[in-house]
């Protein structure tokens, strides 16, 4: 729902108007640009001027115990967040720190379309790239930039390398060119998709929890360990 939103709005110009109409269809004003026509008071900007990449290299160790670890084989594909991660304990080699509502990708074989929204501090590793938000306003959308297809395919068409390509930050995939809408646009879609995205990271918690405690209870109950008493009627 959140990325056909970001469609809408900033791929179609169909974003409401001062009178809650689409901009497009009631005939809003359009303006000449290096990217063809966009609406007026756009602008054209590069993605690296509203997007951070981050490099925080650090080496394997109880200092990470705050954080969980995501290699790039546990993020999940055409999905915005998380769905496991591992303990601290198994990051080993080539790690990268990152924060919570860092924006994650999966940079070896971009094409796999490995978009992910961090609930939390963690640490990956150099497989992956880590982006952040110049503007935590923009968090929302720069989310769903990066989530589109054709940010993933100009992603892949610049990557190095044939049989294990890896995307390119410098001189390549942040020098991509987008339509940036106005600021006060952009905070009201954050406004309205922020509350999505935090349900959804409130729905991964709870997930992550339940599966501890099935974890935990199966084995006890495959074992007899534990009984779970029958109705009366069950017996009968």
Do not use: C
């Not at 590793?125 to 589109?148: E, G, H, M, Q």
């Not at 954050?190 to 929890?209: D, P, V, Y």
């Amino acid at each position: 729902m959140a990325q056909a939103i970001f469609k809408q709005w900033f791929v179609d110009y169909e974003f409401p108007n001062e009178n809650g109409e689409p901009y497009i269809s009631s005939g809003g004003k359009m303006v000449a640009s290096e990217l063809g026509k966009i609406p007026n008071g756009w602008e054209v900007k590069k993605i690296k001027q509203i997007i951070k990449f981050v490099k925080t290299s650090t080496k394997p160790g109880e200092h990470l115990k705050d954080r969980k670890y995501v290699p790039i084989n546990l993020m999940t594909k055409k999905s915005v967040v998380f769905k496991h991660y591992e303990s601290y304990k198994e990051a080993k080699s080539s790690l990268l720190l990152f924060n919570k509502f860092d924006i994650l990708i999966g940079a070896m074989r971009v094409y796999f379309h490995r978009v992910n929204l961090s609930p939390f501090k963690g640490v990956t590793r150099t497989t992956t790239f880590v982006l952040r938000s110049k503007n935590n306003i923009d968090i929302a959308y720069n989310l769903f930039l990066l989530n589109l297809d054709d940010t993933i395919k100009y992603a892949e068409k610049t990557s190095k390398g044939t049989t294990m390509p890896y995307a390119v930050w410098e001189n390549r995939l942040g020098e991509m060119k987008v339509v940036h809408p106005s600021k006060e646009l952009r905070k009201k879609f954050n406004r309205k998709i922020f509350k999505m995205l935090r349900k959804i990271l409130l729905h991964f918690k709870e997930n992550k929890s339940l599966k501890k405690t099935r974890d935990t209870l199966l084995p006890k109950l495959m074992s007899g360990e534990i009984r779970v008493p029958l109705k009366k009627e069950e017996t009968q």
